[in-house]
């Protein structure tokens, strides 16, 4: 049977491709179907069908603890904004913002190509607030 999907073929950095493999298996995913759910989230594209055996049950992704972002407390709290303020902020719905917040470097991306003034954005669970990253 004939595969559908695209080819793509690029280069990343050594330290891209090492959150790539992390990714990977705490997903328990292979290279494409990781590069895949990461580009489908970030674009906001349909996910791809789930694996018979449900990935999604057997790791939580990319987090902030395996990519140190900069601390909140060096940035001031009137500085932070809610889910619903940043979505509207970027002019995106929340949904997308929750979809991504776990995955650090998506989520600054992800904000930084939306936000009026190309700041990036970290999601903070323990304040369940989004802070400017430092530039």
């Given at each position: ?17 090492g ?48 990519s ?13 904004l ?54």
């Amino acid at each position: 049977m004939a595969n559908q999907n695209f080819r793509v073929v690029g280069y990343i950095s050594p330290v891209t491709y090492g959150k790539l493999r992390e990714f990977m298996q705490a997903q328990a995913l292979s290279e494409a179907e990781a590069i895949d759910k990461i580009l489908s989230t970030y674009l906001g594209t349909a996910p791809p069908p789930k694996p018979a055996n449900d990935f999604e049950t057997k790791g939580s992704g990319i987090t902030a603890e395996s990519s140190p972002p900069a601390s909140p407390s060096t940035i001031p709290k009137d500085k932070s904004l809610t889910q619903n303020q940043l979505a509207e902020r970027l002019k995106s719905d929340t949904r997308k913002l929750t979809d991504i917040r776990g995955y650090p470097v998506v989520l600054s991306d992800y904000t930084r190509t939306r936000d009026p003034e190309g700041i990036a954005w970290e999601y903070e669970a323990e304040f369940d607030r989004y802070f400017p990253l430092e530039q």
